[in-house]
């Protein structure tokens, strides 16, 4: 199955290379099959977890690379698989709005798409490292090609040069583990006995890179420019799904590989990640563009999805990954609503709204829905993601689960501030004229592409819907 979902996207490339009319169509098209094949991919998803027969340095020497794709999927790996194709059919959606170059545009959406789904399934640390760099590319050429204002090129050579000099550490120990042992195959690392002293820069060079990449601070930098200039659907790639490339390297291999280092380094890690979390929710006040608003809520999520991660609890990583899950709806959509509010008013300045509940009920009602949401309102899966690590954090730390969830009322305060500046009040007036002069709601395309996202945030109902399917990675990698 997995074999046909890398087909199907092929597949759809060359579609899109030889199409000159109906693009849109044709990558909708496309983007709603795969969908739908990776869906299948959780109806089959027993027989695809046949990693754990493999207990002996023969047995891993012995494995091909491509027997190691398709055998070795797990199912952490598959859940992220799937919000990929989920979003994906929202960023054709919302590419409506490219007015030029439209036929490259959906190209590398679907080169994206491609190496996302390969990325998340390959077991062998190198094949990771290598997609984990040739994803900047496309992404670089989104920005920086359809970025919306005139700082696109530098916050788009911002996010190549960040995020590539970060990996270039990892690459370093790559290098080292393979001359040591002779594979990079995750587990052959994973049975290898390292000295105490060399896993533990090994384990800093891992965490370095996946560190700029979710981002945590003080590595965050590059993620509000990069939104912000970024055009809606590279807003939610980033969020929605790049971002959570430094969660699940985290997981797989930070925390896998390297048990003793990450019990070592796990005060450290969680301090940090709870000054970004402070740091980031106060900064949130001082914002006057919208996507940089949810750009730097994205950096207090991220933050918080590393305090699930290095809890050394079960019940916060349960909550850790079924958080990326929830950010990436949520956020993309919110993303795709301020994308929206662009499109109209050519702005993204909160004082240059005011009162649109007048003119757009419609756009209100989600957009509150989704900053419920965002704060961790009940019942959405931001809900029972963050009580879930709050739960595990309390096992662990009391001191880092207290102000974690104080930090949260920060991020609530701003959020609602936000909201009722731009959507009650008189419309913004200026020297007798108003600001919005010309108004309509949401179109039918634009509701189509919030509805999934809308829905599904509020899966925090059920949220074993989600844990059943990676549930059976997290036990074997013995979180």
Known sequence: MFLILNLLLIISLLVLIISNTNIYNKALTCSFIIFITSIILVITLPSYISFSTVTTLDDIYNISFSLDIIQNIDGLSIVFIILSTFLNITCVLSANTIKYRKKLYFILLFLTQLILINLF??????????????????????IGIWGSRQEKITASLQFFIYTLFGSLFMLLSLIFIFLTIGTTNIWAIKTYEFPVLTERLIWLTFFLSFSVKIPMFPFHLWLPKAHVEAPTAGSVLLAGILLKLGGYGFIKFCILLFPSSTEFYRPFVLVIALLGIIYSSFTILRQIDLKRIVAYSSVSHMNFVILGCFSGNEIAVNGAILLMIAHGLVSGGLFLMVGYLYDRY???????YRGLVSIMPLYTIIFFIFVLANLGFPPTLNFISELLILCGLFETNIFIAFFSGFSILFAGISGFWIYTRCFFGNFAVTQGNVFINYYYDLTRREFLSLLPLLILTFFGIYPEIFINVYSYSLNFFGV
């Not at 399934?121 to 992404?139: H, R, T």
């Not at 050519?346 to 240059?352: A, D």
């Open 346 to 352: 050519k702005s993204r300045n909160i004082f240059y």
């Open 121 to 142: 399934a390959v077991n062998n640390v190198f094949s990771f490292y290598i997609l984990f760099e040739i994803i900047l590319v496309p992404i670089f050429l989104i």
